[in-house]
């Protein structure tokens, strides 16, 4: 649990008690926050590639504790459960991981790396449980509009013999949405009535129901920032303005960007909140969906996880408004 007494501590950079978090970091260097990321469609938490993107934050920020989000205790189950399962219970298990891990849930906050379908995911993390809480988010080529396509062929053979079918013929059945990953993001607007009815995971985590959930607004509204980078040449995530949470018309390729839908208007997420505040960043990445270089990846981590002091002389008020 966090407490506000830590917070106003940490806040006049006088923290005395040695904390399990604290244990790489000095007053010198500032709070060193730990690192969550979650992988995307067809990884898993023993891939090389994700290694090295640990290894990297560690790098670039000393003293990281980097945790990479695992949804079974090995990488070939890991990645299976990143094409079948309920993500509302998948969501459930990371929220209950995060809180049982010792370092993590004894931090004063943590920041989030979203890969692909990992972003919409840890933001739905953020919505529904945020403890610990996160401090910045960012997000690579997430879906957060949802896909109006499945191209997951580019990503991986096995999945499409598997369920690509499904998905094309019975992505609104009761067994698409609680058992394939990819259906329970799927969001054409062309099928807005259908997505409103059965969607598992997007519709509710949009707020785009008639019932908006206080809960979610409050939450993502209480990032210090939300940055999310589109991939420039991304043919695998359809579309790829889904990333800026864009919506485009699957006939005409029409793009409605975020500040003219009603998601935003309405605010039924916080964003525009956010906005105003300067704290949602579009970014963009160039190349391929997924194709990230270290120098990318490395000018992300500088920006937005470098120690909590730091950030906070740079920017002040930082860390006295995120004990809202
Ligand atoms: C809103 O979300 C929170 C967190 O998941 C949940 O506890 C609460 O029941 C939800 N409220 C409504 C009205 O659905
Ligand atoms: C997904 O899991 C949640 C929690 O167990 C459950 O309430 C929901 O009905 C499931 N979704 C579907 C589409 O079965
Ligand atoms: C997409 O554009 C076409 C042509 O302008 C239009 O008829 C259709 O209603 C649009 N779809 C949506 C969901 O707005």
Not at 23 to 45: C, K, M, N, Y
Not at 199 to 214: C, G, P, Q, T, W
Not at 248 to 256: C, D, F, W
Not at 269 to 292: A, C, I, R, V, Y
Request: net charge negative; glycine share 6%; charged share 20%.
């Amino acid at each position: 649990m966090r407490s506000m007494t830590l917070l106003a501590t940490l806040a006049t950079n006088a923290l005395a008690v040695a904390l399990p978090w604290q244990s790489a970091t000095d007053a010198a260097s500032g709070t060193q926050l730990p690192l969550v990321i979650w992988h995307g469609l067809g990884d898993d938490f023993e891939r090389e590639g994700l290694t090295e993107v640990a290894k990297l934050a560690e790098s670039t920020n000393p003293g990281t504790y980097v945790h990479l989000i695992r949804l079974a205790k090995d990488g070939s189950g890991d990645r299976s459960a990143t094409f079948f399962g309920n993500v509302t219970e998948q969501i459930a298990q990371v929220c209950e991981q995060l809180a049982a891990d010792p370092i993590l849930s004894t931090a004063p906050a943590i920041n989030a790396l979203g890969f692909s379908q990992g972003g919409q995911f840890l933001r739905g993390y953020i919505e529904r449980c945020n403890s610990p809480p996160v401090h910045n988010l960012v997000t690579f080529g997430s879906q957060h509009n949802g896909i109006s396509a499945f191209e997951s062929c580019a990503i991986d053979n096995w999945f499409c013999r598997g369920a690509e079918e499904l998905l094309r013929s019975g992505r609104w059945t009761s067994f698409a949405q609680s058992r394939v990953v990819p259906a329970q993001y799927f969001r054409d607007p062309e099928e807005l009535d259908a997505y409103l009815e059965h969607s598992n995971f997007l519709a509710d985590i949009n707020n785009e129901r008639v019932v908006k959930n206080e809960t979610y607004k409050k939450n993502l509204a209480s990032l210090n920032r939300f940055a999310m980078f589109m991939f420039e040449d991304d043919t695998v995530a359809v579309p790829k303005q889904s990333a800026f949470f864009s919506e485009v018309n699957s006939t005409t390729g029409e793009v409605t960007p975020l500040h003219e839908r009603p998601i935003y208007n309405e605010d039924w997420l916080g964003l525009k909140q956010l906005d105003e505040q300067g704290k949602l960043h579009f970014n963009t990445s160039p190349g391929q969906h997924m194709h990230l270089s270290a120098k990318t990846l490395r000018k992300a981590f500088t920006q937005y996880f470098a120690p909590l002091e730091e950030s906070r002389l740079s920017r002040p008020g930082l860390v006295v408004q995120r004990g809202l």
